[in-house]
């Protein structure tokens, strides 16, 4: 099983971006896919879950601010994340199963003018 972030970056506050992430070695379509972030010094915590049949959900801190979404034809799910602020600064991960049993190695984001 294999899952690749990719799409983070520096963006200033009040920016945007999109975080994908592409699995392999699992039955994409049948797997709950998490997004997680860990700031420094802090414990990593969920930021958005979609499940099988395309149900979200979202920490109060992201919500209305980023979606989630995935593309079961690409194998692939996304985050949009749009009014970024600093505290959104933090390694992103991708995660899969109902347990989140595989990771992927995460993705930076820095949010800083």
């Known amino acids: 099983v294999q899952l690749v972030e990719s799409g983070g970056g520096l963006v200033e506050p009040g920016g945007s971006l999109r975080l994908s992430c592409a699995a392999s070695g699992i039955i994409f379509s049948d797997f709950v896919m998490g997004w997680y972030r860990q700031a420094p010094g802090k414990q990593r915590e969920l930021v958005a879950i979609?499940?099988?049949?395309?149900?979200?959900t979202y920490d109060v801190s992201v919500k209305g601010r980023f979606t989630i979404s995935r593309d079961n034809a690409k194998n692939t799910v996304y985050l949009f994340m749009n009014s970024l602020n600093p505290e959104d600064t933090a390694v992103y991960y991708c995660?899969?199963?109902?347990?989140?049993?595989?990771w992927g190695q995460g993705t930076q984001v820095t949010v800083s003018s």
């Open positions: 979609i499940t099988s049949d395309g149900t979200t």
């Open positions: 995660a899969a199963g109902v347990s989140f049993k595989y």
